[in-house]
T-cell receptor
Framework: DSGVTQTPKHLITATGQRVTLRCSPR?????VYWYQQSLDQGLQFLIQ???????AKGNILERFSAQQFPDLHSELNLSSLELGDSALYFC????????????FGQGTRLTVV | QKEVEQDPGPLSVPEGAIVSLNCTYS??????FMWYRQYSRKGPELLMY????GNKEDGRFTAQVDKSSKYISLFIRDSQPSDSATYLC?????????????FGTGTRLTIIP
């Protein structure tokens, strides 16, 4: 158990809908990272938050947004969903602003139908 | 050119063999290096973390970093069928904008009993 909790584990939704993925980082970790992994693809960086502030952005679509709350949990919001958004979404956390020894959750498997 | 290059494999070796996995990188700002193991559709699991050139050993695993050549390796001794997974190298930098993990594409490894 990495200590990073993601909910829900699975999500099936229709095109055009909006979903929210949730991540609770390991106790004490201030950074949260979101990654997308499509079938047989590598891990694509979406966004990083550090202590409540957005720190870095990757190739995150405008339809996607995220935030980190005062209790340090984070949410990733995906809207106007398309079939191509079907993927595994992982959250990771690390103690400091630099990703060393980052730990991953078990992911949320999103299926858009 | 990708910042981190990793041979995707697949790589198949007999049980008990020594496995060598490698990554090269182009961004000299990378200072921290990690290896993750990912079982099918599960969250990546941190195996090794190192920040200096040289070798680091943990049980059957040895991580090797050569910053002058921008080359990192993971060696697995006495490989077991349970080592069958995808292995991902990852790296990060203390420089603003590169603090997140940048991953290689992963090498799929199968250990044949």
């Amino acid at each position: 158990d990495s200590g990073v909790t993601q909910t829900p584990k699975h999500l099936i939704t229709a095109t055009g809908q909006r979903v929210t993925l949730r991540c609770s980082p390991r106790s004490g970790d201030l950074s949260v990272y979101w990654y997308q992994q499509s079938l047989d693809q590598g891990l694509q960086f979406l966004i990083q938050y550090y202590n409540g502030e957005e720190r870095a952005k990757g190739n995150i679509l405008e339809r996607f947004s995220a935030q980190q709350f005062p209790d340090l949990h984070s949410e990733l919001n995906l809207s106007s969903l398309e079939l191509g958004d079907s993927a595994l979404y992982f959250c990771a956390s690390s103690l400091g602003v630099v990703a060393t020894e980052a730990f991953f959750g078990q992911g949320t498997r999103l299926t858009v139908v | 050119q990708k910042e981190v290059e990793q041979d995707p494999g697949p790589l198949s070796v007999p049980e008990g063999a020594i496995v060598s996995l490698n990554c090269t990188y182009s961004n000299s700002a990378f200072q921290y290096f990690m290896w993750y193991r990912q079982y099918s559709r599960k969250g990546p699991e941190l195996l090794m973390y190192t920040y200096s050139s040289g070798n680091k050993e943990d049980g059957r695993f040895t991580a090797q970093v050569d910053k002058s050549s921008k080359y990192i390796s993971l060696f697995i001794r006495d490989s077991q069928p349970s080592d069958s997974a995808t292995y991902l190298c990852a790296m990060s930098s203390p420089n603003f904008g590169n603090e997140k993990l940048t991953f290689g594409t992963g090498t799929r490894l199968t250990i044949i009993p």
